[in-house]
C-alpha cells in the first residue's frame, strides 16, 4: 500500500500472514522489491 503525506510516498507492508489473496509474507516481499528495482530510493526507515 501506497501512502501519501505532503510529497512523499511511503510503502507500507503489513507482514504478519498471508493476505485474503493468498500471497504468503515472501510473496508481499517479492513483489515490493520489484516495484521499485530501478527505482532511485533517496531515504529509507525502519
Known amino acids: 500500500m501506497d501512502v501519501y503525506v505532503d510529497r512523499k510516498v511511503f510503502e ?3 507482514l504478519f500472514a498471508e493476505d485474503r489473496g493468498g500471497k504468503t509474507v515472501r510473496d508481499k516481499l517479492r513483489e515490493t522489491f ?10 529509507c526507515s525502519r
Do not use: A, G
Not at 520489484?34 to 531515504?43: A, H, L, Q, S
Open 12 to 14: 507500507v507492508e503489513t
Open 34 to 43: 520489484k516495484k521499485y528495482e530501478n527505482t532511485d530510493i533517496k531515504k
